[in-house]
């Protein structure tokens, strides 16, 4: 297996642009995160589907993201628009009911 | 979800076991400790999971005391490249899949 495939690896966007990262899960996995990761702040969860269903987005910072589970195999956030403040590294990450997540090479976003 | 407390960093020598004890008084009866280490500029790596008592594999162990307050991850014989951040996270029950990161112990070692 390819692992939790993550595109792409580096993003250099403009302000108020809208950014819309990728993530393929491991085949069979039933569990989706995306994590958010800043020096000041650490690994932030955002969001998590189970089933492909969204349960938890309480960690979503505001309407400018909003992330998608359409199938199994493919997950997106979109930020829209855009703005420095979201410079991070957006990791995806998957698993089987919760067991032990194996975590993509994460997307490095830059807003300038 | 619980919250974990860990040490910020450790140092230690090549050759040398590293142990990192994280603290969960608030650990709830189905709540799993899981532990996962992350390389700069890479995803955290799952390195081993336990509920009670002692876990080992090819990488680490898990010690488990019997209240389950606390949990310690032992690295044997730490290499240059064991070098990274080590979190404790816990959480995972039922059917809750969320895991919440702390901040994380940065294990330096050195030659």
């Known amino acids: 297996d390819a692992g939790v495939i993550q595109s792409p690896r580096h993003e250099v966007t403009e302000m108020g642009q809208e950014v819309t990262l990728r993530c393929k899960p491991i085949s069979g996995h039933n569990s989706l995160f995306w994590y958010r990761q800043t020096m000041m702040r650490g690994l932030e969860l955002l969001i998590y589907f189970n089933n492909n269903v969204p349960i938890d987005d309480s960690g979503m910072p505001e309407d400018r993201f909003s992330a998608k589970m359409p199938n199994a195999s493919f997950s997106t956030l979109k930020i829209q628009p855009s703005e420095p403040r979201d410079s991070a590294v957006y990791f995806c990450?998957?698993?089987?009911?919760?067991?032990?997540?194996?975590f993509g090479s994460g997307t490095r976003l830059t807003v300038v | 979800l619980a919250k974990t407390t860990q040490p910020i960093s450790m140092d230690s020598y090549e050759g040398q076991e590293v142990n990192i004890t994280c603290s969960h008084n608030?650990?709830?009866?189905?709540?799993?400790i899981t532990w996962y280490q992350q390389f700069p500029s890479q995803g955290p790596r799952f390195i081993i999971q336990g509920y009670k008592t002692k876990v080992t594999n090819e990488v680490a162990s898990l010690f488990i005391p019997a209240d389950r307050k606390s949990s310690t991850l032992s690295l044997p014989r730490v290499s240059l490249s064991d070098t990274a951040v080590y979190y404790c996270l816990v959480g995972g029950s039922s059917n809750d899949y969320k895991l919440s990161f702390g901040a994380g112990t940065t294990v330096t070692v050195r030659a």
């Open positions: 608030n650990i709830a009866t189905n709540d799993y």
């Open positions: 990450a998957s698993s089987l009911s919760g067991v032990g997540y194996t």
